[in-house]
């Protein structure tokens, strides 16, 4: 005890102070004990020398108990020597444990005012509006260092509080309050605070989705930036054979598919990996994850979930996993005989993004990722200034805000004035207005069209797709000409092709005239194609005519005679009429083309207009198997001549009659009738040899 003190009193005397309050209380506590038990044995020693004098035994029990006493107090005392040697003087010990007396209290506030962990208040709290205050009365410089740190903090907190704070009913309220924050700064930490919340509260994980696809519409990164997170953490999580983390992932994943933030071919990636090796962790981790995403795989590409079921049944079968794993993947063909009606992919309140608006990262799962885990620590920034002002203006164009809500607060003339310089600054942003000529959003169209074209099973699934996609007015051609490329691309005549460009110009009145144009660029464009892209395209126009999906007037652009054709266009007419004779009949397309109604469409496939031509096109239709089709052509050629005798007689009679009716003139005006009428004779005789000749 007595060393205690001493060493408190060299503390004191070196200007050391104690480390913590406790320390103190402790030897406050044994200083006031070792008080006691001075005062009980003075008190002690008092009442036995009273007793001693009337009673000699306990006179000699009094002075052995003195003895004993005496010894301890001798033994005390030179332990206080060898202190007082060690102090220099045994006086200032006790003047020292005075002051200590008196001074503690003061000395236990004094530490925290001097803990340098402690605020500039000593740890006493300031309400948030007071700080705040504070904070403004400071006025600091916001290219310093401290300004920007303190501006982060206060982003994290607020990131933070508003990702706690998002639940089904208050998305779209969320959504705003998020965009008032500076999302290209807190990038970083806004992806943290998401997952780290999905993590805590897998239940949640359809709402941070719907909130993602939200941000992901305006700000793209943001959500490239999860998505890289999230694929990068499940690789790490599965190595480690992390389950409750890689599940609660899986999950996420998951919802970013149903809401096609991600492409559905990472879902399939993730299920072949899960499932190459099963073992009862990595098929319990597929069942959960094909629970979730199972309606939108059904609709995107049911090929590849059909595998996916396949590859659970042989795991069932070859029977080498746990029991309750193997009721689990029991359950999900019960789940998905229902049509996954339990997990629906997207619910109807979280609905938040037209598919038109949905931005959709190709990301793989073997793919090199950069998690960015820097964007989460605080950098100076030498541009703060300007790039706040930059995301302000981006800001502005998200939320749909304009100039003139500051010039509102202004009343008077100066808010007239500014109302007709805000008009003008319209004006001249309109006419100044950037055009895109580089057609990217047309290059999009037809790249999503591609996709959507060659990644559906069905021509009806694939129908339902492109017609969700919104297209403009005026942009039917772009879906029928990429039908008609993808069409040719293929080795063989697919009949998907065809039922898809029926079902179209089934719909609606201007995918039919867009096909009508298609044909005529196809046909004049014809001799650049290949045999194999000719004769598909052929049959591809050959099937919307047979189902009467396009009307048959399309045929007035063909031309059939020998300065008019090439070789790739006769292969062309070739191949089209042996498909409509293979799929109507001789007869049905006999009929069709024979309709009177129709003659002036067919002029051109059935010329008349001089036997040559018409020669040409019995000997083309013969050769490739159709003659049946030229009997009125065989008979107009073998009655050409007497047809071309009656026009000249019908001729020469309205001639006649003409002269008759005339009055007669002068000699030379009848010579000169007579003139014309030998000439026409002599013009009738030679059209009449030369078609005797032909």
């Not at 009193?9 to 406050?28: N, Y």
């Not at 107090?73 to 003047?95: I, L």
């Not at 993602?212 to 790490?236: D, H, Q, S």
């Not at 207005?433 to 959003?441: F, K, L, N, R, Y």
Request: charged share 30%; net charge negative.
């Amino acid at each position: 005890m007595g060393e205690r003190k001493e060493n408190l009193h060299r503390q004191s005397v070196m200007g050391k102070k104690p480390k913590d309050e406790q320390l103190i209380r402790s030897m406050e506590t044994d200083e006031m004990e070792a008080n006691q038990i001075d005062l009980y044995m003075m008190m002690q020693s008092s009442s036995e020398s009273s007793s001693s004098s009337s009673h000699p035994s306990t006179a000699r029990k009094v002075s052995r108990t003195n003895k004993e006493d005496s010894g301890r107090h001798g033994r005390k005392n030179e332990q206080k020597a060898d202190t007082t040697k060690k102090g220099n003087d045994s006086g200032a010990s006790d003047s020292a444990q005075n002051d200590l007396k008196n001074a503690k209290p003061a000395r236990a506030s004094n530490i925290f005012l001097n803990d340098p962990r402690a605020g500039r208040t000593g740890g006493v709290y300031i309400p948030p509006f007071k700080l705040a205050q504070l904070r403004q009365e400071q006025h600091p410089d916001k290219t310093s260092q401290e300004y920007q740190r303190m501006t982060w903090d206060a982003l994290r907190k607020s990131l933070n509080g508003l990702i706690n704070k998002v639940n089904v009913s208050n998305t779209a309220n969320i959504i705003p309050e998020l965009f008032q924050e500076n999302l290209v700064r807190g990038r970083g930490i806004l992806t943290r605070s998401i997952m780290k919340a999905q993590l805590a509260s897998p239940g949640f994980t359809h709402i941070y989705a719907a909130l993602v696809a939200v941000l992901n519409t305006k700000m793209p990164e943001n959500g490239e930036l999860l998505i890289k997170r999230v694929v990068y953490r499940f690789r790490r999580s599965f190595q480690r054979g992390d389950k409750v983390v890689a599940i609660a992932l899986v999950r996420f994943i998951a919802h970013l598919v149903n809401q096609q933030i991600v492409h559905e071919l990472l879902a399939l990636e993730i299920l072949t990996l899960l499932l190459a090796s099963p073992t009862d962790d990595s098929v319990e981790v597929a069942v959960n994850f094909t629970k979730e995403c199972g309606q939108i795989l059904a609709e995107l590409c049911p090929e590849g979930l059909r595998a996916i079921f396949e590859r659970f049944r042989g795991i069932l079968h070859e029977g080498d996993i746990d029991k309750r794993v193997q009721y689990t993947i029991e359950g999900l063909f019960a789940i998905r005989k229902g049509g996954f009606a339990d997990y629906p992919a997207v619910h109807e309140q979280l609905d938040l993004v037209e598919s038109g608006d949905q931005i959709t990262h190709e990301i793989g799962l073997e793919d090199e990722i950069d998690p960015e885990d820097r964007l989460d620590v605080f950098r100076f920034d030498p541009d703060y200034e300007k790039n706040e002002a930059m995301w302000t203006e981006i800001k502005n164009e998200i939320l749909g805000e304009s100039d003139s809500e500051n010039d509102q607060a202004s009343s008077g003339d100066e808010s007239d004035h500014a109302g007709e310089a805000n008009e003008q600054e319209q004006q001249n942003s309109q006419q100044n207005a950037i055009q895109d000529c580089t057609e990217q959003d047309l290059v999009n169209l037809r790249r999503t069209i591609y996709l959507t074209i060659m990644s559906s099973v069905g021509h009806e699934e694939c129908a339902h797709k492109l017609l969700k996609i919104q297209i403009r007015s005026g942009q039917e051609k772009e879906i029928c000409s990429m039908l008609i490329e993808c069409c040719s691309q293929e080795r063989t005549y697919l009949r998907y092709y065809g039922l898809l460009g029926q079902r179209f110009c089934l719909i609606k009145r201007e995918y039919q005239d867009a096909f009508d144009e298609c044909f005529m660029e196809q046909y004049s464009l014809i001799h650049r194609l290949e045999t194999n892209k000719l004769r598909n395209v052929a049959k591809f126009f050959a099937h919307l005519l047979f189902t009467d999906a396009l009307p048959w007037t399309i045929l007035e652009y063909i031309r059939l005679n020998e300065e008019e054709t090439t070789s790739s266009s006769r292969i062309f007419i070739k191949m089209l009429c042996q498909e409509l004779a293979e799929h109507m009949g001789m007869k049905t397309l006999k009929e069709r083309l024979t309709d009177e109604y129709m003659q002036e469409t067919f002029a051109g496939l059935f010329p008349k207009d001089h036997p040559r031509n018409t020669r040409f096109a019995i000997n083309f239709f013969t050769s490739i198997g159709l003659g049946g089709l030229t009997t009125e052509l065989r008979e107009f050629l073998k009655n050409a001549p007497k047809l071309i005798m009656n026009n000249t007689s019908k001729n020469e009679s309205r001639t006649s009659s003409s002269d008759d009716s005339s009055s007669s003139g002068s000699d030379t005006d009848s010579s000169s009738s007579n003139s014309d009428t030998s000439s026409n004779s002599d013009s009738s005789s030679d059209s009449s040899d030369s078609s005797d000749s032909d």
